[in-house]
């Protein structure tokens, strides 16, 4: 305590084991500060009103204070035109005495408020010797006042003699003098700042304002909290807390030749690390942690730096860690070392979910037992799940062989459910609350790693519970082993603690005390044993031509196996008194098929293909075992005989439990087989062909490929024979004609069987294996590799021919959309249309041409670097302009370059002339065999689709002062890929053409003369005409018959 101020600087103790206090260690802890001599002007003039209430903000202030020699002492000045001393500073030693004084005291009055005059005489009087001053103690100064100052003028000068003596100064603004007259608020944003230029700085902690006088009394607390935290400050003027508030000893970590200390109240809980040594304390400067550059305004976020200490042991020596969990609201976790007193931080791991507490657990662990740190477990227990559910998470850190932390993996708890429907007792806040403690573990299943508990103690309703994961070489496994949850219906919070090093029951194993509201469990670790298991077959091959072990069970005589399984019992820790352990195990043959091949002779009446017994072995034991079988007398050779050996512990409550890292199975086969000779040896000879169906191949989507494989015996049969076909990731196996047993190992590896149960002696098999193209993997060649091999002998020389390697040189189709809009555009020059002489727009020049050009990769290959070139015709024969470049807006991660393309006349805001030559544009076609064209190009980064909008203005001018009737323009695009020779664009290669038609419309009718001419010449036609069939005689007759013909005709009818 320091006057009227009680700090937690925290303190740490060193205690025996049976709790008694040793010695205590408190680095924080500092001497309280010179005392206070504090002098009060106050403005006493006729404009404070009531004086009262100024009188009950001097008692209040007066009470709040211990007055005394040693303590603080309390001057008055009071002033209006002029300036009296009320109180000296060593006038009173007792709050009593004074507060019954200062109840009497009457006002000043005055008409003038001379402010500096009065600030002047406190400085050079009232804290001189005669008047009680103490020149140890520091000088305070408290002006009160109610309006603007009529020495206002002198206000630099006196506050900078006030700085001079280290007069630390707090204003106080009393606005009721201003409310009552109803000032204006730039009168009162004046005397504001007359008062802030009297206060120290900061502002925040030396300036007041209130409404009136009566409201004086409530800042009483808060100016004298002001004033008193000098009594424990260093300096001339206040600051903020550094260690008074430390709370060092918040968390602890002992190291080899002292302790780490958190400290997380440090500089206004911003926190701090404490190092304390046999001989020295090292406790780092407020801004060691931060970088205030980089890092402004870290000083409001109380980060709580020193929630959580470690140390990391490196070959490069120790790195020192700690937790800011508030920091930046996510939290964050600082790796660093000291040379000296000054920190170095070598890495900072930052938290990514707001409230999470990032940071606010931490735990080292050497997990291969080398004297050195492996990983870094950072818990964020409140991390939300996603209905808002304080799951919590670990993350997982490894260190590298750079001395920093690398992230693995993150661990997280079972997920809880937030309170689910019918439940009618519900515990806030749900989740699990993961993380909360993280502990490092001795070796617990002997597997000569360090394991890790990680408790959640708001799991299952806030009963908690602790997981519990194993060390694996220099790494934790990700999947926990291990869930204890809480025990007894009265647990709550099961998990907050957990220790994992003392082995408390002496039987060498480390044992593990997991804490809970109101008490801890103590969970003692069973030893750990070793089970290891073999098992063999006498004959290793069935051969029911040429049995070796015949034998004879209820009248069936077939080949006979004897199976011998072994087994060595191992307990891992030294402990030495213990009992047998009993084992089962089960024999079953034939697993896979609902009617077995063969039978476990049990007895002589009794048969089965299971056979399930106990047996008890010690501790360093081998013991083995036989069990015999009957095979059945007509065999399918689909398959060889499946036998299969599962074992464990007959009881596993009690005793060692067996080591999870072993195996608690073994599954073996038998070969089936048959050979006609006489030694019933089965010498084989496969040749093997193999060819693809084509030399090269584009890959693209649904393209197929076939390799025509044919396996040939030359030799005795081949029992069990296969093709065993590996191939590139660049193809997927899709299936083999004609149909037959295939069976895919992974992605990349094929099994075909070839004339099951045997490739009878000279016999041929052909099929076809039939592959399609996986655009998603890219390389060179397609490599497929097919090799024969069967279960019978072949002799080395001849296994040469038995594999072939295919290799196909590979291209790949990029799958890219490449268009381009609109594809036709048509300009129409009007007749008689004109131009003007001067233009400082490119919307003068004429009609706009938009092209959008626009690229679209699969989604399988979007990291290929594409480019796009775009040429035009630019300018005619006799460079007049033809297509005018106004812009080109690319998507994002497409850069142009387009030169001075763009605009290269500087139209708007430069205004040019227009002064076209004139010209005859007579081809039917222009584009750049015939004009200058110009061309631009754009890179097409790494993104599925990209556009890139061309914009051009048809130069209209020099079309109306050309003669020409119709013409076309073309703007070529082209596509290439950059960089990548396995790539081709296909069908999106060629060119993407936009032709633009201009012609000239032809107004007002055909000329007269044209008309006239026509006539003439359609006359003299129609002349020629005429003259050449009358030459013909197409206008003679025979008029002479013509009437004899009508006089016959006359006679006969008047006959009739």
Same mark, same amino acid.
């Not at 780092?284 to 470690?310: I, M, N, R």
């Not at 070959?315 to 609201?329: C, K, M, Q, S, V």
């Not at 605009?903 to 076609?925: G, R």
């Given at each position: 305590?320091?006057?009227?101020?009680?700090?937690?600087?925290?303190?740490?103790?060193?205690?025996?084991?049976?709790?008694?206090?040793?010695?205590?260690?408190?680095?924080?802890?500092?001497?309280?500060?010179?005392?206070?001599?504090?002098?009060?002007?106050?403005?006493?003039?006729?404009?404070?009103?009531?004086?009262?209430?100024?009188?009950?903000?001097?008692?209040?202030? +007066?009470?709040?204070?211990?007055?005394?020699?040693?303590?603080?002492?309390?001057?008055?000045?009071?002033?209006?035109?002029?300036?009296?001393?009320?109180?000296?500073?060593?006038?009173?030693?007792?709050?009593?005495?004074?507060?019954?004084?200062?109840?009497?005291?009457?006002?000043?009055?005055?008409?003038?408020?001379?402010?500096?005059?009065?600030?002047?005489?406190?400085?050079?009087?009232? &804290?001189? $010797?005669?008047?009680?001053?103490?020149?140890?103690?520091?000088?305070?100064?408290?002006?009160?006042?109610?309006?603007?100052?009529?020495?206002?003028?002198?206000?630099?000068?006196?506050?900078?003699?006030?700085?001079?003596?280290?007069?630390?100064?707090?204003?106080?603004?009393?606005?009721? /003098?201003?409310?009552?007259?109803?000032?204006?608020?730039?009168?009162?944003?004046?005397?504001?700042?007359?008062?802030?230029?009297?206060?120290?700085?900061?502002?925040?902690?030396?300036?007041?304002?209130?409404?009136?006088?009566? @409201?004086?009394?409530?800042?009483?607390?808060?100016?004298?909290?002001? !004033?008193?935290?000098?009594?424990?400050?260093?300096?001339?003027?206040?600051?903020?807390?550094? =260690?008074?508030?430390?709370?060092?000893?918040?968390?602890?970590?002992?190291?080899? /030749?002292?302790?780490?200390?958190? *400290?997380?109240?440090?500089?206004?809980?911003?926190?701090?690390?404490?190092?304390?040594?046999?001989?020295?304390?090292?406790?780092?400067?407020?801004?060691?942690?931060?970088?205030?550059?980089?890092?402004?305004?870290?000083?409001?976020?109380?980060?709580?730096?020193?929630?959580?200490?470690?140390?990391?042991?490196?070959?490069?020596?120790?790195?020192?860690?700690?937790?800011?969990?508030?920091?930046?609201?996510?939290?964050?976790?600082?790796?660093?070392?000291?040379?000296?007193?000054?920190?170095? !931080?070598?890495?900072?791991?930052?938290?990514?979910?707001?409230?999470?507490?990032?940071?606010?657990? #931490?735990?080292?662990?050497?997990?291969?037992?080398?004297?050195?740190?492996?990983?870094?477990?950072?818990? @964020?227990?409140?991390?939300?799940?996603?209905?808002?559910?304080?799951?919590?998470?670990?993350?997982?850190?490894?260190?590298?062989?750079?001395?920093?932390?690398?992230?693995?993996?993150?661990?997280? $708890?079972?997920?809880?459910?937030?309170?689910?429907?019918?439940?009618?007792?519900?515990?806030?806040?749900?989740?699990?609350?993961?993380?909360?403690?993280?502990?490092?573990?001795?070796?617990?299943?002997?597997?000569?790693?360090?394991?890790?508990?990680?408790?959640?103690?708001?799991?299952?309703?806030?009963?908690?519970?602790?997981?519990?994961?194993?060390?694996?070489?220099?790494?934790?496994?990700?999947?926990?082993?291990?869930? %204890?949850?809480?025990?007894?219906?009265?647990?709550?919070?099961?998990?907050?603690?957990?220790?994992?090093?003392?082995?408390?029951?002496?039987?060498?194993?480390?044992?593990?005390? !997991?804490?809970?509201?109101?008490?801890?469990?103590?969970?003692?670790?069973?030893?750990?044993?070793?089970?290891?298991?073999?098992?063999?077959?006498?004959?290793?091959?069935?051969?029911?031509?040429?049995?070796?072990?015949?034998?004879?069970?209820?009248?069936?005589?077939?080949?006979?196996?004897?199976?011998? &399984?072994? &087994?060595?019992?191992?307990?891992?820790?030294?402990?030495?008194?213990?009992?047998?352990?009993?084992?089962?195990?089960?024999?079953?043959?034939? *697993?896979?098929?609902?009617?077995?091949?063969?039978?476990?002779? %049990?007895?002589?009446?009794?048969?089965?293909?299971?056979?399930?017994?106990?047996?008890? +072995?010690?501790?360093?034991?081998?013991?083995?075992?036989?069990?015999?079988?009957?095979?059945?007398?007509?065999? /399918?050779?689909?398959? $060889?005989?499946?036998?299969?050996?599962?074992?464990?512990?007959?009881?596993?409550?009690?005793?060692?439990?067996?080591?999870?890292?072993?195996?608690?199975?073994?599954?073996?086969?038998?070969?089936?087989?048959?050979?006609?000779?006489?030694?019933?040896?089965?010498?084989?000879?496969?040749? #093997?062909?193999?060819?693809?169906?084509?030399?090269?191949?584009?890959?693209?989507?649904?393209?197929? =490929?076939?390799?025509?494989?044919?396996?040939?015996?030359?030799?005795?049969? @081949?029992?069990?024979?296969?093709?065993?076909?590996?191939?590139?990731?660049?193809?997927?196996?899709?299936?083999?004609?004609?149909? =037959?047993?295939?069976? #895919?190992?992974?992605?990349?590896? #094929?099994?075909?069987?070839?004339?099951?149960?045997?490739?009878?002696?000279?016999?041929?098999?052909?099929?076809?294996?039939?592959?399609?193209?996986?655009?998603?993997?890219?390389?060179?060649?397609?490599?497929?590799?097919?090799?024969?091999?069967?279960?019978?002998?072949?002799?080395?020389?001849?296994?040469?021919?038995?594999?072939?390697?295919?290799?196909?040189?590979?291209?790949?189709?990029?799958?890219?959309?490449?268009?381009?809009?609109?594809?036709?555009?048509?300009?129409?020059?009007?007749?008689?249309?004109?131009?003007?002489?001067?233009?400082?727009?490119?919307?003068?020049?004429?009609?706009?041409?938009?092209?959008?050009?626009?690229?679209?990769?699969?989604?399988?290959?979007?990291?290929?670097?594409?480019?796009?070139?775009?040429?035009?015709?630019?300018?005619? $024969?006799?460079?007049?302009?033809?297509?005018?470049?106004?812009?080109?807006?690319?998507?994002?991660?497409?850069?142009?370059?387009?030169?001075?393309?763009?605009?290269?006349?500087?139209?708007?805001?430069?205004?040019?002339?227009?002064?076209?030559?004139?010209?005859?544009?007579?081809?039917?076609?222009?584009?750049?065999?015939?004009?200058?064209?110009?061309?631009?190009?754009?890179? %097409?980064?790494?993104?599925?689709?990209?556009?890139?909008?061309?914009?051009?203005?048809?130069?209209?001018?020099?079309? +109306?002062?050309?003669?020409?009737?119709?013409?076309?323009?073309?703007?070529?695009?082209?596509?290439?890929?950059?960089?990548?020779?396995?790539?081709?664009?296909?069908?999106?290669?060629?060119?993407?053409?936009?032709?633009?038609?201009?012609?000239?419309?032809?107004?007002?009718?055909?000329?007269?003369?044209?008309?006239?001419?026509?006539?003439?010449?359609?006359?003299? !036609?129609?002349?020629?005409?005429?003259? +050449?069939?009358?030459?013909?005689?197409? &206008?003679?007759?025979?008029?002479? /018959?013509?009437?004899?013909?009508?006089?016959?005709?006359?006679?006969?009818?008047?006959?009739?």
């Amino acid at each position: 305590m320091c006057g009227q101020q009680q700090y937690i600087s925290g303190v740490c103790a060193n205690v025996s084991s049976s709790f008694q206090i040793l010695n205590s260690v408190a680095p924080a802890v500092q001497e309280c500060a010179k005392n206070l001599d504090i002098v009060i002007v106050l403005d006493g003039s006729n404009s404070i009103y009531p004086w009262s209430s100024i009188v009950d903000f001097l008692v209040s202030f +007066i009470q709040n204070t211990t007055i005394g020699p040693n303590f603080s002492q309390v001057g008055i000045v009071s002033y209006g035109e002029n300036v009296s001393h009320l109180v000296n500073l060593s006038q009173f030693d007792s709050n009593t005495i004074m507060v019954d004084y200062v109840k009497t005291l009457p006002q000043h009055t005055g008409t003038k408020t001379n402010t500096f005059l009065a600030i002047e005489t406190a400085r050079k009087e009232a &804290f001189l $010797p005669e008047r009680g001053a103490r020149p140890e103690a520091k000088k305070v100064m408290v002006i009160v006042t109610d309006g603007e100052s009529h020495d206002f003028h002198k206000l630099d000068s006196v506050i900078a003699e006030c700085d001079e003596d280290g007069i630390e100064r707090f204003g106080i603004a009393v606005l009721g /003098d201003y409310n009552r007259q109803n000032k204006s608020p730039a009168d009162v944003k004046k005397f504001i700042q007359e008062i802030e230029g009297i206060s120290s700085k900061p502002l925040k902690d030396h300036f007041f304002n209130v409404s009136d006088e009566v @409201a004086l009394l409530s800042i009483v607390d808060t100016l004298g909290s002001k !004033i008193f935290a000098l009594e424990a400050t260093i300096g001339n003027f206040t600051s903020s807390f550094e =260690m008074e508030m430390s709370q060092t000893g918040f968390s602890i970590h002992p190291l080899r /030749d002292g302790m780490l200390m958190g *400290a997380v109240g440090a500089y206004d809980w911003n926190g701090t690390v404490v190092l304390q040594t046999a001989k020295e304390s090292v406790i780092p400067g407020k801004t060691q942690f931060y970088d205030p550059k980089s890092e402004a305004g870290y000083e409001g976020l109380a980060g709580y730096l020193g929630y959580d200490v470690k140390s990391a042991t490196t070959r490069d020596g120790e790195l020192y860690i700690t937790g800011a969990p508030r920091f930046n609201h996510t939290g964050r976790v600082i790796i660093y070392r000291l040379n000296g007193s000054d920190v170095v !931080i070598s890495q900072i791991l930052k938290g990514e979910q707001i409230g999470s507490y990032f940071g606010s657990v #931490l735990q080292t662990i050497d997990i291969d037992k080398d004297d050195y740190t492996d990983l870094l477990l950072v818990g @964020a227990p409140m991390f939300m799940g996603p209905e808002r559910d304080e799951q919590g998470q670990v993350y997982v850190y490894k260190l590298n062989q750079k001395g920093q932390f690398e992230h693995e993996f993150t661990l997280k $708890p079972k997920n809880q459910l937030c309170c689910p429907k019918g439940s009618s007792d519900c515990n806030e806040p749900c989740g699990a609350r993961f993380g909360t403690a993280i502990a490092a573990v001795l070796d617990l299943n002997l597997d000569g790693f360090n394991d890790v508990a990680i408790g959640a103690p708001l799991e299952n309703n806030h009963k908690g519970g602790v997981y519990i994961y194993h060390g694996d070489k220099t790494s934790l496994k990700e999947k926990f082993v291990q869930h %204890i949850p809480a025990g007894g219906s009265g647990t709550k919070f099961f998990g907050q603690s957990i220790h994992g090093v003392m082995d408390l029951n002496g039987d060498g194993i480390t044992d593990v005390t !997991i804490g809970g509201l109101g008490g801890a469990s103590l969970f003692w670790s069973r030893d750990v044993a070793e089970l290891h298991a073999n098992m063999s077959f006498n004959p290793g091959k069935i051969n029911l031509q040429q049995p070796q072990n015949k034998c004879e069970h209820r009248g069936l005589k077939s080949v006979c196996v004897v199976t011998t &399984f072994c &087994f060595h019992y191992r307990v891992k820790s030294d402990n030495h008194d213990l009992k047998p352990a009993s084992i089962n195990y089960t024999l079953l043959l034939d *697993a896979p098929r609902k009617t077995a091949r063969a039978l476990f002779i %049990i007895d002589s009446k009794k048969s089965n293909n299971t056979i399930t017994k106990n047996f008890a +072995i010690n501790n360093e034991e081998a013991k083995c075992m036989n069990e015999t079988f009957i095979m059945s007398s007509r065999l /399918d050779f689909r398959d $060889p005989l499946f036998v299969s050996l599962e074992f464990k512990l007959a009881d596993e409550e009690q005793g060692p439990v067996l080591d999870e890292n072993l195996p608690r199975f073994i599954n073996k086969t038998i070969p089936l087989m048959e050979c006609g000779n006489e030694d019933q040896r089965c010498i084989t000879d496969l040749v #093997l062909k193999a060819k693809a169906s084509v030399k090269s191949v584009v890959v693209k989507d649904g393209v197929k =490929m076939f390799v025509h494989v044919t396996v040939k015996n030359k030799g005795d049969n @081949a029992y069990n024979t296969k093709v065993l076909v590996s191939f590139t990731p660049n193809i997927n196996y899709v299936k083999v004609e004609p149909e =037959m047993t295939c069976n #895919l190992n992974n992605t990349s590896g #094929l099994d075909c069987a070839v004339g099951y149960p045997f490739l009878g002696s000279r016999v041929e098999e052909t099929f076809k294996l039939i592959f399609e193209a996986n655009p998603n993997h890219v390389l060179e060649h397609i490599q497929i590799s097919v090799t024969a091999t069967s279960d019978s002998e072949e002799r080395p020389e001849t296994l040469i021919d038995n594999s072939a390697i295919i290799s196909i040189p590979v291209k790949y189709e990029a799958g890219i959309t490449f268009e381009a809009v609109p594809l036709h555009e048509h300009i129409i020059v009007k007749y008689g249309e004109d131009y003007p002489a001067k233009i400082n727009n490119t919307k003068m020049l004429g009609e706009e041409i938009s092209i959008s050009y626009t690229v679209e990769k699969s989604s399988v290959i979007t990291n290929l670097s594409l480019e796009l070139k775009v040429k035009y015709p630019q300018k005619s $024969p006799l460079t007049n302009n033809l297509l005018y470049l106004t812009e080109v807006k690319p998507s994002s991660k497409v850069k142009c370059k387009t030169g001075n393309l763009i605009n290269p006349e500087d139209i708007n805001p430069k205004e040019i002339k227009l002064n076209p030559k004139q010209e005859t544009l007579s081809n039917f076609l222009l584009q750049c065999e015939q004009s200058t064209c110009a061309s631009f190009s754009c890179s %097409i980064g790494p993104v599925r689709r990209s556009q890139v909008n061309v914009t051009f203005r048809v130069w209209k001018p020099t079309f +109306i002062k050309s003669e020409f009737s119709s013409l076309y323009m073309k703007v070529n695009a082209t596509l290439e890929v950059k960089e990548a020779p396995l790539f081709e664009l296909g069908t999106s290669r060629g060119p993407r053409e936009m032709t633009i038609h201009v012609s000239k419309e032809v107004v007002g009718g055909i000329p007269f003369w044209i008309i006239i001419v026509s006539i003439l010449i359609g006359l003299l !036609i129609l002349a020629l005409v005429i003259f +050449i069939l009358w030459k013909l005689g197409f &206008f003679k007759r025979k008029t002479q /018959d013509m009437s004899k013909d009508e006089k016959d005709g006359g006679k006969d009818t008047s006959t009739i």
